[in-house]
């Protein structure tokens, strides 16, 4: 999926959150949550979110998650004047907001721009370093099986993939053996969660549904 994509998907999904096209924390509580460390397709729910009169978002969530969406939209403003340093400064902002794991929006919201930031790091700042340690302190939380987590997993792994590279030009071909196992093993955790997400889908499909898909 390219940035521009996954960027899109984002921001849509911010922007439809007030007209409460998206689910709500109280459906969140109630659904099943796949774990692809476990046989079981159900996770206990993290999600203590705090509700609007009608049971949907809060105000307090939907301020958090539009201030994000405006930092994202700053941060490609200042990308395409050569500005990397503000872009970088503006998706650290949206780490600095209250995005509690509680509310799973939040939490998408925060590990969206941690993958972010870090890709920023590496590719306008070349620091490395610094990317990895973002991208392990957040997946350190262990964060809630999503699209966002697996792709943080995969971000993971292009970091390593690019130190791969680094230590092969430097001759440290031991090392370098060592950090392509561990970006393997990153890239097979984004493949795992992604296929629970989606056998996870496929299950909770109506009969109905499927029916219809099918028919000419």
């Not at 096209?21 to 206990?44: F, H, I, Q, T």
Request: with cysteine.
């Amino acid at each position: 999926m390219t940035r521009e994509l996954e960027r899109g998907l984002a921001l849509l999904t911010l922007a439809l959150l007030p007209l409460g096209l998206v689910a709500s924390c109280a459906g969140e509580r109630a659904r099943p949550r796949p774990d692809p460390g476990s046989g079981s397709s159900e996770v206990p729910c993290r999600c203590e979110c705090p509700e609007g009169p009608k049971g949907g978002l809060s105000t307090a969530l939907l301020s958090r998650l539009a201030t994000a969406r405006a930092l994202h939209h700053q941060a490609d403003l200042l990308l395409s004047r050569g500005d990397n340093d503000g872009a970088i400064a503006k998706v650290r902002g949206i780490l600095a907001l209250d995005l509690d794991p509680r509310w799973p929006e939040a939490e998408e919201v925060r590990l969206d721009a941690t993958a972010r930031v870090a890709k920023l790091l590496a590719d306008k700042k070349k620091d490395l370093a610094a990317a990895l340690a973002l991208v392990d302190a957040e997946l350190a939380n262990k964060p809630r099986p999503s699209f966002y987590s697996a792709n943080l997993h995969s971000t993971r792994g292009d970091l390593l993939e690019i130190k791969v590279k680094t230590l092969d030009a430097a001759g440290k071909k031991a090392e370098a053996k060592k950090t392509a196992r561990e970006a393997l093993a990153a890239f097979e955790r984004s493949i795992t969660i992604n296929k629970v997400l989606q056998e996870t889908l496929r299950s909770t499909t109506p009969r109905d549904s499927k029916k219809t898909g099918g028919q000419r």
